[in-house]
C-alpha cells in the first residue's frame, strides 16, 4: 500500500501562523509579477509581427523557424523550451506553488486544508527528470541568443553599437545568469562525487562546480531579472520596429 506522508503547516485554519512579519507580500507580488509577464509574453507570441528591426531579434522569436504552411506565430515553435524550462525550475516551482496554489501560501502559514503533502507521484518522480532535458534544449537556445547579441553589432556590414545593441546583451547576460545557477545544471557537473580529486576529471569537474555554485544563490534574482528582461528586450525591439520610438546609435 503506497503511503503519501502529509505534514501540517501553522497554525489551525487557512491562513493561520504564529508569524509576525507580512509573510503575503512575497506570494502576493510573485503573482501579480507571474501575471504580468504571462498577459504580456501571450501578447507578444501571438501578434506574429514587429519582433525585429534591424539588425535586433525578439528572444521570444529566436532562432525563427515558420514554414510556409503554418499559419498561425512562429514564436510557438521556440516558446515551449524556455516555457518547459521556467514551469519546472525549483524556484519556480516555489513562487506559483505559494502564489496561485497556496501550497503552502507561505512557511508556517496553514493551507485551505491545513496539509502539505509535497510533489509527490508522477510530479516527484518526473520533473526532475523534464527539467533537466529542457535545461538541456534551454541551453541550445541560449547559444543561439548569443548569436543574436553578436549580430546586433552589426548595421549593415559596419560595427555598431545602439540601445538596442546593449538591451539584447543585457538580456542574455541575465538569461546565461540564470541558466547557470540552475540546480540541475550544479548536480550535472559536480553532482554523485563524493571525492573530486578521486573522480575522473575530478579537479575540472570542481572547478565548473564552484563556479555554477555562485551563479545557484543568486538563482531567484536571476529568474526575476531575466524573466523581464526578455520581455523588456521584446518591447523595445517591438516599439521601434513600429516607430513609436527611435533607437539612438552611441557608436
Known amino acids: 500500500m503506497k503511503t503519501t506522508l502529509v505534514a501540517h503547516v501553522g497554525a489551525p485554519g487557512f491562513g493561520r501562523t504564529e508569524r509576525r512579519d507580512v509573510w503575503w507580500l512575497e506570494p ?23 519582433f525585429a528591426f534591424g539588425p535586433y531579434q525578439s528572444p521570444f522569436y529566436s532562432p525563427y523557424f ?11 515553435f521556440v516558446l515551449w523550451i524556455p516555457l518547459g524550462f521556467r514551469l519546472s525550475c525549483y524556484y519556480y516551482r516555489k513562487a506559483y506553488y505559494r502564489a496561485y496554489f497556496l501550497s503552502p501560501p507561505a512557511c508556517a502559514v496553514s493551507e485551505p486544508k491545513h496539509e ?31 548569436v543574436d547579441a553578436i549580430r546586433a553589432f552589426d548595421f549593415d556590414g559596419s560595427f555598431g553599437i545602439g540601445v538596442g545593441t546593449l538591451v539584447m546583451l543585457l ?36 572547478g565548473a562546480w564552484r563556479f555554477v555554485t555562485r551563479f545557484t544563490g543568486m538563482h531567484p534574482w536571476m529568474a526575476w531579472f ?10 523595445y525591439i517591438r516599439l521601434c520596429a513600429m516607430g513609436a520610438i527611435t533607437d539612438l546609435r552611441i557608436v
Not at 540552475?182 to 576529471?201: D, E, M, Q, T, Y
Not at 531575466?226 to 518591447?235: F, N, Q
Request: glycine share 8%; charged share 5%.
Open 171 to 206: 538580456n542574455v547576460v541575465l538569461l546565461t545568469a540564470f541558466t547557470l545557477g540552475c540546480h540541475a545544471l550544479r548536480s550535472l557537473v559536480g553532482g554523485n562525487v563524493r571525492c573530486f580529486s578521486c573522480a575522473p576529471l575530478g579537479n575540472a569537474r570542481y
Open 116 to 146: 502539505y503533502t509535497g510533489e509527490t507521484g508522477v510530479l516527484l518522480r518526473w520533473l526532475p527528470v523534464v527539467h533537466r532535458w529542457f535545461l538541456y534544449l534551454s541551453i541550445l537556445i541560449l547559444i543561439w541568443l548569443w
Open 66 to 76: 515558420k514554414p510556409p504552411w503554418w499559419p498561425l506565430s512562429a514564436s510557438i
Open 28 to 50: 502576493l507580488w510573485a503573482a501579480v509579477g507571474l501575471a504580468i509577464f504571462v498577459a504580456y509574453s501571450t501578447w507578444a507570441a501571438l501578434v506574429g509581427n514587429n
Open 226 to 235: 531575466s524573466l523581464y528582461s526578455v520581455a523588456l528586450c521584446d518591447l
